[in-house]
């Protein structure tokens, strides 16, 4: 499975942004499926994941203010930011893995399958 993720770009505080990331060479159907984030100078960060049976969990740095969801019929998974703040400027990336320890999942060694991540700027 390759993936691409889309939708970044530079936005001022309060703003929204909708990340996509598009899968081929295999379909998304039954893999969990992931956002992870980072940051200048920082290690990789969990946002948000949703599994196979359309349970979603967030970090609690965006909790209320993101949603993960997915098309399985455009094979390809999203994130809806709102209230964008300075904090949340990140290279974002999406990430899938088939199985994974459900207690682990918002580790980014749980996942196999990465995007090559799109860069979110958020001004003050």
């Known amino acids: 499975v390759q993936l691409q993720a889309s939708g970044g770009g530079t936005v001022q505080a309060g703003d929204s942004l909708r990340l996509s990331c598009a899968a081929s060479?295999?379909?998304?159907?039954?893999?969990?499926k992931a956002w992870f984030r980072q940051a200048p100078g920082k290690e990789r960060e969990f946002v948000a994941v949703i599994t196979k049976s359309g349970v979603a969990d967030y970090a609690e740095s965006v909790k209320g203010r993101s949603t993960i969801s997915k098309d399985n019929a455009k094979n390809a998974f999203y994130l809806q930011m709102n209230n964008l703040k300075p904090e949340d400027t990140a290279v974002y990336y999406c990430a899938v893995d088939r199985t994974l320890i459900l207690s682990s999942r918002r580790s980014p060694e749980q996942y196999h399958y990465w995007g090559q991540g799109t860069l979110v700027t958020v001004s003050s």
């Open positions: 060479g295999g379909t998304l159907s039954g893999y969990y």
